[in-house]
Protein backbone atom coordinates (compact mmCIF):
# COMPACT_ATOMS: atom_id res chain seq x y z
CA UNK A 1 0.00 0.00 0.00
CA UNK A 2 1.28 3.60 -0.89
CA UNK A 3 1.81 5.24 2.57
CA UNK A 4 1.83 9.27 2.62
CA UNK A 5 3.84 11.42 4.95
CA UNK A 6 3.08 15.27 5.67
CA UNK A 7 5.17 17.55 6.53
CA UNK A 8 5.86 21.34 6.77
CA UNK A 9 2.77 22.37 8.71
CA UNK A 10 3.00 25.37 11.71
CA UNK A 11 2.03 28.74 12.59
CA UNK A 12 2.44 31.72 10.49
CA UNK A 13 1.12 35.71 10.53
CA UNK A 14 -0.95 36.64 7.60
CA UNK A 15 0.50 36.93 4.62
CA UNK A 16 3.32 34.73 4.96
CA UNK A 17 4.43 31.65 3.11
CA UNK A 18 4.21 28.25 4.23
CA UNK A 19 5.22 25.22 2.20
CA UNK A 20 3.92 21.61 2.81
CA UNK A 21 5.70 18.29 1.75
CA UNK A 22 4.30 14.85 1.35
CA UNK A 23 6.54 11.99 0.67
CA UNK A 24 4.79 8.78 -1.09
CA UNK A 25 6.61 5.23 -0.24
CA UNK A 26 5.86 1.95 -1.36
CA UNK A 27 4.02 1.14 -4.77
CA UNK A 28 4.51 4.67 -5.63
CA UNK A 29 4.72 3.95 -9.55
CA UNK A 30 0.89 2.65 -8.75
CA UNK A 31 -0.31 6.89 -8.30
CA UNK A 32 -1.85 8.15 -10.81
CA UNK A 33 -2.83 11.42 -9.45
CA UNK A 34 -1.99 13.65 -5.91
CA UNK A 35 -4.38 15.97 -3.96
CA UNK A 36 -4.04 18.28 -0.95
CA UNK A 37 -7.35 18.56 0.75
CA UNK A 38 -8.18 20.57 4.23
CA UNK A 39 -10.27 20.74 6.80
CA UNK A 40 -11.43 23.36 9.51
CA UNK A 41 -12.50 22.80 12.61
CA UNK A 42 -16.45 22.39 12.56
CA UNK A 43 -15.89 22.61 9.02
CA UNK A 44 -16.18 19.42 5.95
CA UNK A 45 -12.69 18.21 4.18
CA UNK A 46 -12.55 20.35 1.22
CA UNK A 47 -10.62 20.33 -1.92
CA UNK A 48 -6.92 22.56 -2.04
CA UNK A 49 -5.08 21.43 -5.33
CA UNK A 50 -4.45 18.40 -7.38
CA UNK A 51 -2.08 17.18 -10.05
CA UNK A 52 -1.66 14.16 -12.08
CA UNK A 53 1.36 12.23 -11.87
CA UNK A 54 3.17 13.83 -14.89
CA UNK A 55 2.60 17.29 -13.35
CA UNK A 56 -0.22 18.36 -15.75
CA UNK A 57 -2.75 19.36 -15.41
CA UNK A 58 -3.44 21.05 -12.26
CA UNK A 59 -6.60 21.88 -10.42
CA UNK A 60 -6.89 24.59 -7.22
CA UNK A 61 -10.02 25.73 -5.82
CA UNK A 62 -10.84 29.10 -6.46
CA UNK A 63 -10.31 30.67 -3.16
CA UNK A 64 -6.05 29.43 -3.33
CA UNK A 65 -5.57 30.34 -7.16
CA UNK A 66 -2.64 32.94 -7.63
CA UNK A 67 -1.71 31.88 -3.82
CA UNK A 68 -1.02 28.51 -3.84
CA UNK A 69 1.14 26.20 -6.17
CA UNK A 70 1.38 22.19 -6.24
CA UNK A 71 4.32 21.03 -7.44
CA UNK A 72 5.96 17.81 -7.50
CA UNK A 73 9.14 16.09 -7.61
CA UNK A 74 8.62 12.39 -9.24
CA UNK A 75 12.49 11.44 -8.49
CA UNK A 76 11.46 12.02 -4.98
CA UNK A 77 8.19 10.43 -4.79
CA UNK A 78 7.32 14.24 -3.10
CA UNK A 79 3.99 16.65 -4.17
CA UNK A 80 4.68 20.34 -2.61
CA UNK A 81 2.27 22.26 -1.73
CA UNK A 82 3.45 26.04 -1.68
CA UNK A 83 1.54 28.34 0.14
CA UNK A 84 1.72 32.49 -0.51
CA UNK A 85 -0.46 35.23 1.02
CA UNK A 86 -1.59 33.08 3.35
CA UNK A 87 -5.06 34.46 5.43
CA UNK A 88 -6.80 32.86 8.71
CA UNK A 89 -9.33 31.64 6.22
CA UNK A 90 -6.49 28.75 5.97
CA UNK A 91 -6.19 27.68 8.81
CA UNK A 92 -6.96 24.07 8.78
CA UNK A 93 -5.32 20.31 9.16
CA UNK A 94 -3.85 19.75 5.61
CA UNK A 95 -4.27 16.21 3.97
CA UNK A 96 -2.16 14.92 1.73
CA UNK A 97 -3.81 11.86 -1.06
CA UNK A 98 -3.28 9.49 -3.28
CA UNK A 99 -5.00 7.68 -6.29
CA UNK A 100 -3.79 4.31 -7.58
CA UNK A 101 -6.73 3.81 -9.71
CA UNK A 102 -7.07 4.45 -13.46
CA UNK A 103 -8.48 8.18 -14.33
CA UNK A 104 -11.53 8.63 -16.51
CA UNK A 105 -11.23 12.32 -16.06
CA UNK A 106 -8.56 14.26 -14.59
CA UNK A 107 -10.92 16.67 -13.05
CA UNK A 108 -11.85 13.74 -10.48
CA UNK A 109 -8.71 14.78 -8.69
CA UNK A 110 -10.55 17.76 -7.07
CA UNK A 111 -13.06 15.28 -5.11
CA UNK A 112 -11.55 13.22 -1.91
CA UNK A 113 -13.64 10.12 -2.79
CA UNK A 114 -11.50 9.14 -5.92
CA UNK A 115 -8.79 9.08 -3.56
CA UNK A 116 -7.86 5.41 -2.00
CA UNK A 117 -4.71 6.63 0.17
CA UNK A 118 -4.65 9.24 2.97
CA UNK A 119 -1.37 10.81 5.11
CA UNK A 120 -1.99 12.04 8.89
CA UNK A 121 -2.35 15.61 8.05
CA UNK A 122 -0.52 18.51 9.21
CA UNK A 123 -1.54 21.70 10.75
CA UNK A 124 -1.30 24.94 9.44
CA UNK A 125 -2.38 28.09 11.58
CA UNK A 126 -2.66 31.04 10.37
CA UNK A 127 -2.77 34.02 13.07
CA UNK A 128 -4.82 37.35 11.98
Known amino acids: QVQLAESGGGLVQAGGSLRLSCAAT????????MGWFRQAPGKEREFVAA????????YYTDSVKGRFTISTDNAKNTVYLQMNRLESEDTAAYYC?????????????????????WGQGTQVTVSS
Open 51 to 58: MHRSGDPT
Open 97 to 117: AARTAPLTLGAQLKYDYYYNF
Open 26 to 33: SYTLSIVG
